[in-house]
């Protein structure tokens, strides 16, 4: 596997939108992307010794399932997904850290509202201007429109 892997809360909604904001600017189409309620996300998280349970942050898996599997949370999961979305976030992510952890954590990983899906679709991954979705083995595709930042 290559690229990294957000782990995300799939039924909040702010997660989404976090989704959502990645999905339009990875033009690379290199991050993946599961609900921490999964099986796989779960997988990653135990053999890190963190709680799969644990959905107030988000974590992001860099080389999983390979030796040299590392697990990142909050701020620094955010730093990863900046880095790897590249051009002007790239620079942004340099700034960011800059500033000490906990200051970070506070600032982009505060906690934040529990915004439940309506549709309760769970983007995965996406091809071109297509989102392809799962949730609980239904399947369906959310259209998302390519545009520059």
């Known amino acids: 596997m290559s690229g990294p892997i957000l782990l995300y809360d799939g039924v909040c909604g702010v997660c989404n939108r976090v989704v959502q904001f990645i999905l339009l600017r990875d033009h690379?189409?290199?991050i993946r992307f599961a609900p921490l309620q999964s099986a796989f996300a779960s997988?990653?998280?135990t053999r890190h010794n963190l709680n799969p349970r644990d959905l107030d942050t988000i974590y992001v898996g860099v080389n999983p399932e390979?030796?040299?599997e590392v697990s990142l949370s909050r701020s620094d999961a955010v730093l990863c997904l900046l880095k790897?979305?590249?051009s002007i976030w790239r620079s942004f992510?340099?700034?960011l850290q800059l500033l000490p952890r906990v200051l970070r954590d506070t600032f982009l990983t505060a906690p934040h509202f529990k915004l439940t899906l309506h549709n309760n679709m769970l983007p995965l991954k996406?091809?071109?201007a297509t989102i392809e979705c799962f949730k609980e083995g239904r399947?369906?595709?959310w259209?998302?429109?390519r545009h520059s930042d």
């Open 143 to 145: 259209r998302v429109p």
């Open 43 to 45: 997988r990653i998280l």
């Open 28 to 30: 690379r189409a290199t």
């Open 84 to 86: 790897q979305l590249g």
């Open 139 to 141: 399947q369906g595709t």
């Open 93 to 95: 992510a340099f700034l």
């Open 66 to 68: 390979s030796s040299e």
């Open 126 to 128: 996406h091809t071109d």
